[in-house]
């Protein structure tokens, strides 16, 4: 086939016809996607473009569009004023906020109902109608100094007295603290019996506060990150903090005739969360990988070197076919995992999977823009290198690499008595 007639077939192209698509692509999700990738174009790009470099948060307007749209509550049902939708489009949308600015898909999972899963039916159906409006956008405090990976070892304390939990303790790595409504904080209330699982005794409690405050007792210091700007990360003290004894976050999935409070499956909602959370890893992690593609395939065209276009050099255009093809691959096994979840079909190792295979993925693509761009790509002035250091963080965040590969292989590979 001649370069000519290359050129025929691409512009005769036409989609597939609807038989040949994937079961889970329908007229509505492309619709919706259509609407995220504009709004994230139009919209969010130009503000990340100016507020990045200089380590901006993501502003109150756009905020504001975000909840109009619907986003904030794409998983919140439809009779609590969300979108009535599943995982499959939570990642979708994410993906397209990603490719514009990380932060923007990163704040929807502050939403989403989190923060809701309270005992009371009335507190808990109020609460999911402020998520799908953005008015409950939260914060998560899982990790500790010394208790990142290893969830178990989380040592903040909670101790109930009388009608409150007085917790005390110290969290690290908890995006938007500051900026919140709420604070799901993850602490131990007891420590494990012999022969006990150590993830026992843990709890997820409710903090409610105002947004640009803390409450008493609580005291905390931004962390200078490299990347993943929009949003601040914080290292927060917890000193005596007062929790009213009721904000249990999933009290009534784990209720029992005793009220034992120990047996509040406060862990087993931390593994529950992460496994949504890593596939909407991926997704970011492919948005990411997206926006250096697509910038290198402009840049490719208009830079020149030797009298045309660097992107008619053979070597160059059959590194933008590998990453385009891994992109693909990434994108293909994060959806068909979202769309294992909304089956509600257990697929922890999937997930792990997915989260490990897209990130790194989109290090190794974004890694691969930055040399394409030359040494324009290590600049500011090009936002390669934006899309490359956030998606550095996605190997490490929801769990690093090792610890998926941990999970994947444990489900695969027995251990030996000896271990």
């Known amino acids: 086939m001649t370069s000519n007639d290359s050129a025929t077939e691409t512009e005769t192209w036409q989609p597939k016809p609807p038989e040949l698509l994937p079961p889970w692509h329908t007229p509505e999700r492309e619709k919706l996607q259509e609407q995220a990738r504009r709004f994230a174009m139009d919209e969010v790009l130009p503000v990340a473009n100016e507020l990045d470099p200089q380590k901006g948060e993501i502003p109150a307007s756009l905020l504001s569009r975000l909840a109009e749209l619907g986003y904030f509550g794409i998983t919140v049902p439809e009779e609590n004023g969300g979108l009535g939708l599943g995982v499959f489009e939570y990642c979708m949308v994410s993906e397209e906020l990603a490719r514009a600015w990380m932060s923007t898909a990163s704040i929807l999972a502050r939403s989403q109902g989190l923060g809701t899963a309270v005992a009371d039916d009335v507190r808990r159906n109020e609460l999911l109608g402020r998520s799908a409006r953005g008015e409950w956008i939260g914060a998560i405090a899982l990790s500790e100094p010394d208790a990142g990976s290893d969830l178990a070892g989380v040592s903040t304390r909670a101790v109930l007295e009388g009608e409150e939990w007085v917790v005390t303790g110290r969290k690290r790595w908890c995006g938007n603290a500051k900026a919140a409504d709420f604070i799901q904080v993850l602490v131990r209330e007891r420590d494990p019996e012999p022969g006990e699982s ?214 695969l590979l027995p251990r030996s008595p000896l271990s």
């Open 198 to 411: 150590r993830s026992k005794g843990l709890v997820n409690l409710l903090l409610e506060k105002k947004r640009g405050e803390f409450p008493a007792g609580l005291t905390g210091y931004p962390i200078d990150k490299v990347g993943y700007h929009g949003f601040l990360t914080w290292d927060l003290t917890f000193d005596g903090v007062r929790i009213p004894a009721g904000n249990v976050i999933d009290a009534a999935a784990a209720s029992d005739e005793e009220g034992d409070a120990a047996k509040r499956a406060g862990f087993a909602e931390a593994q529950k969360f992460l496994n949504t959370a890593r596939v909407h890893t991926a997704a970011r992690a492919v948005g990411l990988a997206r926006a250096a593609l697509e910038d290198s395939v402009l840049y490719l065209q208009e830079r020149e070197q030797f009298g045309h276009p660097i992107g008619d050099f053979q070597a160059l255009r059959f590194a933008v076919a590998d990453m385009a093809a891994q992109i693909e691959q990434s994108r293909a096994f994060y959806r068909q995992v979202a769309h294992l979840l909304d089956l509600g079909l257990p697929c922890e190792k999937e997930a792990s999977m997915v989260k490990l295979e897209a990130t790194e993925m989109s290090v190794r693509v974004t890694n691969q823009a930055m040399q394409l761009h030359g040494g324009n790509g290590y600049t500011t002035e090009r936002q390669v290198e934006r899309h490359w250091r956030d998606a550095r963080l996605t190997t490490i965040f929801e769990g690093t690499s090792e610890i998926q590969k941990r999970i994947i292989s444990d489900r």
